[in-house]
């Protein structure tokens, strides 16, 4: 890596970038799923992350499509509030933002930030992760799972069988078939976010190696059905960045869900599955395993 961008210089994530950004975000813990070197890599065009070193913080700013830029909740040691007044004022002054934001904001940050003056913070519900007991996800057990475990019976009695495989790089080009399959179904072309979620999609599946992440696929008569990706974010959690299924084989989702943790997290307490956009589908669906707690976050503004 080169030298290091100093605010107020601020360059693009670049995957050579990965050691330096995973060492402060892997210190300072914040246990969001947005703060982890693969998330912000594999999402850095749609939301053109950049990034820059302040005093012993890492800054991040991004802008989604013709948004205004905002920054991210700096990654560093206990007392990063005086940075956040930074970022705001820099984004207000030198970037003409006249509502300039922090997005994202972990809660400790966000509580810090609630008691000083000239700040306000809101919840952003859209944002929050959903994190789940492992054991639960795998057992699927109780009522409240019923619906699960019916949509798994219902790929046995189409399919009988499958084969899970640890993801590899000969099943890259069937996974990009999938998630194509999937985008056309769903029309990602017409969604700036299901058009970020496909290019995000190859990013990670072309670098999971560089990256480190885990991944499996499942096949069913010969052939790449569903694929995910995740990775450990912490001693007892782990993140899933990726999941995707054929549409037309019914349970998939269901199925590769719980094989993926029962055969690769099994050892972690908690599956962060991220956050739901406010989408309604995906709250449903999110809802619907069950979580055990909500990792909240915020916005942080400038008050007028």
Partial sequence: MQSLPRFPLFKPIELDDRQFMSGILRDYRPGTSEFTFTNLFIWRNHYDFQWSVHRDW???IGREGDGPCFAMGPAGPPGSTEVVRMLLEWL???KGIAEPCIERADEKLALESSSLP???VEERREHFDYVYLTQDLIDLAGNKHRTKRNHINQFYRAYQSYVYEELEERHIGAC???QEKWCLARRCKEDL???GEWEA???ILSSFRALEVAGAVI???GEVKAFTL???MASDMAVIHIEKADPEVPGLYQLINQQFCARKWHNVKFVNREQDLGIPGLRDAKLSYGPDHFVKKYRITLKR
């Fill in 201 to 203: 999609t190859k990013e």
């Fill in 230 to 232: 995740g990775e450990s």
């Fill in 118 to 120: 000239g700040l306000e």
């Fill in 92 to 94: 207000k002054e030198h």
């Fill in 176 to 178: 990009l078939e999938v």
């Fill in 58 to 60: 890492l800054c991040l």
């Fill in 193 to 195: 976010n299901l058009l």
């Fill in 219 to 221: 096949l069913v008569d």
